[in-house]
């Protein structure tokens, strides 16, 4: 199949886009409008993801390395952002209580630490997996209405208007 690699340099999505086909690249920016991965699809990013603004609409996208969530990111549809590396990773949030918001979140790593660092809000589906996690100072904050799957511990959880189940 082909692939496309861009050396050095980040991947940038900056309009409504569609990819289609499995790829990997090393570091990629979300900078505007919907991201549509193709259903089935995985877009793996092995080094750094920002997310600034936009948002994901379908398909996963697969972090391996330290993953940026700025406040301009709106989350999206029914994509999924899985966290698999297999060493440290770091998921930082510059999110407010009103504004910016994660996809849907999978947190499933082989091996390594997940370190969450400042603010998160989420109005996805949040699934914890596998991990060691560390959250020294973090805030996440469930919005609305979303699914909580998998027996972890955050250090700072805000639940806003909504119905948030939570499953074991």
């Given at each position: 199949g082909a692939s496309l690699t861009v050396a050095g340099r980040p991947l940038i999505f900056n309009a409504t886009q569609t990819l289609t086909g499995s790829h990997t690249?090393?570091?990629?920016?979300?900078?505007?409008?919907?991201?549509?991965?193709?259903?089935?699809?995985t877009?793996?990013?092995?080094?750094?993801l920002s997310l600034f603004?936009?948002?994901?609409?379908t398909g996963t996208l697969a972090a391996e390395g330290d993953i940026n969530a700025h406040i301009?990111?709106?989350?999206?549809?029914?994509?999924?952002?899985?966290i698999n590396?297999?060493?440290?990773?770091?998921?930082?949030?510059?999110?407010?209580?009103?504004?910016?918001s994660m996809p849907n979140v999978n947190v499933a790593k082989p091996s390594g630490t997940l370190t969450?660092?400042?603010?998160?809000?989420?109005?996805?589906?949040w699934t914890y997996t596998s991990c060691a996690l560390s959250d020294a100072g973090s805030?996440?904050?469930?919005?609305?209405?979303?699914?909580?799957?998998?027996?972890?511990?955050?250090?700072?959880?805000e639940f806003h208007p909504g119905d948030v189940p939570v499953h074991a």
């Open positions: 690249h090393d570091w990629v920016e979300v900078r505007g409008g919907a991201l549509t991965i193709a259903g089935g699809t877009l793996t990013v092995t080094g750094s603004s936009g948002s994901l609409i301009g990111f709106v989350g999206g549809g029914t994509a999924t952002l899985l590396g297999a060493g440290a990773q770091t998921l930082t949030g510059f999110h407010s209580a009103a504004a910016g969450i660092a400042g603010t998160l809000r989420t109005a996805r589906n805030t996440v904050i469930f919005n609305g209405t979303l699914t909580l799957t998998g027996t972890h511990a955050l250090k700072r959880v």
